[in-house]
């Protein structure tokens, strides 16, 4: 099946710093989506980003299909950007492991 | 519109024993996928169903089996409980392929 790696797995912030996630995946997809999950384990959609550049705010995200990753750019991080970031990939959802981001005020 | 809706949003069961969990889609939302998640791991993908038809299985013993309704809401069934069963079950709902899914809260499932 397809493979989905993630980096990095840990990465600490002061309040204010940009940060850049990344997917790799091991084979050509046409689903995507970034997740946060949350201390309490809800998993909130960032993007549904198969391909092209999306914007939502603070964070935006990049797909690179034909190169097989995505990257998720948070700018101007808060306390409130802790937790889990997901990249899943394919109709079934294949999961990275995901990156633990930790924001300190 | 609500969400997707999950129940019980906790559970704790004995081993052995049987386990039903319960899921809404969102209103339109044909397609209904179930997912475990243990501590400190990516989901993995247990189910998806669409239009009431099993549309793909991942790598689970027989004991899990599922089933989606004619109102698209859905059932994951686990039989003969074990330890390693205790985990997150997350239920997401898509209106259908090159969609986006939305997950709902999930239930978190304790075996003892």
Request: a neutral charge; proline letters at 5%; aromatic letters at 12%.
């Amino acid at each position: 099946g397809i493979q989905v790696e993630q980096s990095p797995p840990d990465l600490i912030l002061q309040e204010g710093a940009n940060s850049t996630l990344r997917c790799n995946f091991s084979d050509s997809v046409n689903n995507l989506q970034w997740f946060h999950q949350n201390p309490w384990g809800q998993l909130i959609n960032l993007f549904y980003i198969p391909s092209g550049t999306k914007q939502n705010g603070r964070l935006s995200a990049t797909t690179v299909a034909t190169e097989r990753y995505s990257l998720l750019y948070i700018s101007s991080s808060q306390t409130t950007d802790s937790g889990v970031y997901f990249c899943a990939v394919g109709e079934r959802l294949t999961f990275g492991e995901g990156t633990q981001l930790t924001v300190n005020p | 519109d609500a969400g997707v809706t999950q129940s019980p949003t906790h559970l704790i069961k004995t081993r052995g024993q049987h386990v039903t969990l319960r899921c809404s889609p969102i209103s339109g939302h044909k397609s209904v996928s179930w997912y475990q998640q243990v501590l400190g791991q990516g989901p993995q993908f247990i189910f998806q169903y669409y239009e009431k038809e099993e549309r793909g299985r991942g790598n689970f013993p027989d004991r899990f089996s599922a089933r989606q309704f004619p109102n698209y809401s859905s059932e994951l069934n686990v039989n003969a409980l074990l330890l390693g069963d205790s985990a997150l079950y997350l239920c997401a709902s898509s209106p259908g392929a090159s969609y986006g899914y939305t997950f709902g809260s999930g239930t978190r499932l304790t075996v003892v």
